[in-house]
């Protein structure tokens, strides 16, 4: 295995070869500049090598232990649920190689400080799946709020009400939701989609430094929270607000964020209708629009490919991917969280 960086090189092994790897970031292992998917392993033999055969991996375990010490690979993409988030990363740190991790970062805080701990350890780089930070229209965002298009930004406020999933109602629990099970996401929707949320203030505003919230059951449809109420504080002085709820009805259907300044607002879209909606004081309301790429990790996962080939820097890291679970934490009241500044 070649040490960092991978000057020849990227070659990939996904642990966990299921549904988000068909589309979403698969292809783009293959696809980046300076990448291969090398192997992919899944606990079911049979679905491994579908895998393998149509996608055109030439090799396929059922062994996450063999795919982790395969010589031929040198990056581990984690594509699990997160209950196992923190035990292939800690493998895989040990075994010297780069590994990529889906969001959320892990089920808990103290998991997430486990990860990046060993991965400092052994010297290996840890990223996190949060790839709205390399697509075009957050960018976008990012740099019209540099440029003071709307003044100060004042507070941001995420709205997210969605109805209750066809595949929920009327079951008290469903095993083949893991989304839905605290024991193997760390909390309901909120966790899963939330994170993709407050990990994009972080990069827009900076760092989130104090949280606080309430999180309920109110539908008891399923074990995890379904209505979310969060309020945050950026290390900057801005502040923030966020409502994530579940079990709305059908007629009241949001989802957008706003950020306030002191000249104006624009406000955009995570899950759809991909837009930013730009009002300034005095000018007309204008909107850009967005197409997401077919594969939509592959911008990330190239800024990962490129950090570990020596020629750029990936935005999303497991220190930052930590953060997030920091304050998703602390807006459920899951833990008595040790203080902002211990993660780094």
Known sequence: MSKFPFVEGVRWG????????EVKSGPALQLAEGSALVAVMRRNAEKAADFARRHGVGKWYDDADALINDPEINAIYVATP?????????????????VYVEKPMARTLQECLNMVSAC??????????FYRRALPIYQKVKDLIAAGAIGEVRFVEIKVQKPLQPDIVGASENADNWRILPDVAGGGYFYDLGSHQLDLMDFLLGPIVNAYGFATNQAGLYPAEDVVLGTFHFANGILGQGTWCFNAALSS???????HG??????FTFFSNFHIRLEIDGAPTEILSFEMPKHIQQPL????VDE???????????VSGARTNWVMAQICQRIPAPAYGSID
């Open 120 to 129: 400092q350890k052994a010297d290996v780089p840890l990223f996190v799946a």
């Open 301 to 304: 996962i190239q800024s990962v």
């Open 253 to 259: 259907e949001i989802e957008l964020t706003t950020v």
């Open 14 to 21: 996904i642990i966990g070869a299921g549904d988000v790897c």
């Open 308 to 318: 570990l080939r020596g020629k750029g820097t990936c935005v999303s890291t497991g």
């Open 262 to 267: 002191s000249k104006g607002r624009l406000s």
């Open 82 to 98: 997160p209950d196992t988030h923190e035990h292939y990363t800690l493998k895989a740190a040990a075994a010297g190689k780069a």
